[in-house]
Nanobody, 114 residues
Framework: QVQVVESGGGLVQPGGSLRLSCLASGFTFSLANMRWYRRAPGKEREWVATVTTGGTTAYVDSVKGRFTISRDNTKNTMYLQMNSLQPEDTATYYC????????WGQGTQVTVSS
């Protein structure tokens, strides 16, 4: 079964950190370009970060310098290290394999609140 499963969300205070994980199965992870997205309450889903098969990364401006995307092909896992979290980062975070296949995860909730 082709799937990606997110984990690592939770409640954190402003200024805190979390690391999200995305475990892939059912396809050759090392050949898949990967992305993180998020959907905040009442807003459209937005792209957050990309890591390609070659390790090239890209970020939405609002998270540059705070978030780091990475991947470990030996573990079929992608990560999102989130530092200096702010209330506006509160959202459901989704993992997606987008090329050459497309598969979405179910999401993991991140809440930043004091």
């Amino acid at each position: 079964q082709v799937q990606v499963v997110e984990s690592g969300g939770g409640l954190v205070q402003p200024g805190g950190s979390l690391r999200l994980s995305c475990l892939a199965s059912g396809f050759t992870f090392s050949l898949a370009n990967m992305r993180w997205y998020r959907r905040a309450p009442g807003k459209e889903r937005e792209w957050v970060a990309t890591v390609t098969t070659g390790g090239t990364t890209a970020y939405v401006d609002s998270v540059k310098g705070r978030f780091t995307i990475s991947r470990d092909n030996t573990k079929n896992t992608m990560y999102l290290q989130m530092n200096s979290l702010q209330p506006e980062d509160t959202a459901t975070y989704y993992c997606r394999a987008y090329s050459p296949i497309t598969v979405w995860g179910q999401g993991t909730q991140v809440t930043v609140s004091s």
